[in-house]
């Protein structure tokens, strides 16, 4: 790497790892992808996109185009939460703690080229990502829409990945740390703030309504709209959801919903947008991505079977928990208007769907 780039990813490391390790994802990537779509310049280009080549959220009307100029450190930080978060969405199953290199390149992969291709195509085979890793990897080329193909000089995703992860850490007592270094302490409010921004956004470009915070608290007495939910039956106490999976401050944003794609359930939210998430029962525990990159906690005893839609992260690996025991961290990740929880209950010895309002506390 230049001494230049050197110089400013050791002087934004800080906050670069703060960003990530709200949006969980490894600590490297917000820098990287600074370097690789703007050259880590505080300048955004001529073509709307800003520093973190924002493409499709500023052709899709998502976000206002990046006026083209010098921008301040506070939105350089906008910028790379920008990056950060929609890097998550691409790549649901990366984490702050990831260190699979083969996960990683796709991942750049899919923030550069899009989700279908990275789930189609070789990462290893992508300029983006590859360029200048060894001797096999020298001088590709790299196809776009806009430039043709062209011969990449540009060192790739994952070298420049690897670059910044051997910077040494001793070189922050360098004393001419820039402007940037106090934006840690405000590092959670600028991501909350960015998140609720593009959610808003998001909304309004596809007239998804986001519904008002409502005290939880459900009528016993509401009728739901949801032919697909049967009767439960009593069971065993020990094994029957008694949790609300949202520990702090819960709020129902959405009462039962998602008959039409097989997972009927409600959705609570928080207004901590970090809340952890606990385990409504005990039983084995499986974690997955599903078809719709909505991040999933499953778990299933001898009786019922309750899924956790969108966290952010787990806490825990497949395997047994307890009842209470804290499994994950409330997100937005995949289909989703906002950080909530979608909460689903199966019975399996009446083998239906049911309300999961009935389980709650």
């Not at 050791?10 to 600074?34: F, H, K, S, T, Y």
């Not at 001529?46 to 493409?55: E, F, K, P």
């Not at 998430?277 to 719709?292: C, E, F, H, K, V």
């Not at 992260?313 to 989703?336: H, K, N």
Request: with cysteine; hydrophobic share 40%.
């Amino acid at each position: 790497l230049p001494a230049d780039i050197q110089r400013t990813a050791v002087q934004w490391a800080p906050v670069a790892a703060a960003i990530a390790r709200q949006a969980d994802i490894p600590r490297e990537v917000p820098l990287v992808i600074w370097f690789k779509e703007n050259s880590m310049r505080a300048e955004n280009p001529d073509n709307c996109t800003g520093i973190v080549g924002a493409y499709d959220l500023v052709r899709s009307g998502q976000l206002p185009c990046f006026t083209p100029g010098p921008i301040n450190d506070f939105e350089v930080v906008e910028q790379l939460t920008i990056g950060a978060l929609e890097f998550k969405k691409r790549c649901p199953d990366v984490t702050y703690m990831t260190h699979d290199p083969e996960l990683i390149k796709r991942c750049y992969f899919a923030y550069n080229a899009g989700v279908g291709a990275a789930s189609r195509l070789d990462a290893n085979d992508s300029a983006y990502v590859m360029n200048d890793f060894d001797a096999a990897h020298a001088d590709m080329t790299y196809s776009d829409i806009e430039l043709g193909t062209v011969q990449v000089t540009a060192l790739g995703a994952w070298p420049a990945h690897l670059a910044f992860a051997s910077l040494s850490v001793s070189q922050l007592e360098h004393e001419d740390l820039p402007p940037a270094i106090p934006f840690l302490d405000t590092s959670t409010r600028v991501y909350d703030g960015v998140m609720g921004l593009l959610l808003s956004l998001q909304a309004a470009v596809y007239e998804i309504p986001l519904t008002a915070d409502t005290p939880l608290g459900l009528d016993p007495g509401r009728i739901l709209n949801a032919d697909c939910l049967g009767e439960a039956h009593d069971g065993l106490g020990r094994n029957r959801p008694d949790r609300n999976p949202v520990t702090e401050s819960p709020i129902l944003t959405q009462d039962v919903h998602g008959c039409s794609y097989n997972l009927p359930g409600i959705d609570i939210a928080s207004k901590n947008q970090s809340a952890l998430l606990q385990a409504p029962i005990s039983g084995y525990l499986t974690t997955y991505t599903d078809q719709w990159y909505n991040t999933t906690i499953r778990i299933e005893n001898s009786e019922w079977i309750v899924w956790l839609l969108h966290p952010r992260s787990y806490l825990v690996e497949e395997g047994e928990v307890v009842r209470g025991q804290a499994v994950g961290v409330m997100g937005a990740i995949g289909y989703a208007t906002g950080p909530h929880v979608h909460f689903s209950v199966y019975d399996k010895l009446n083998k239906t769907f049911v309300d999961p309002g009935q389980f709650l506390p």
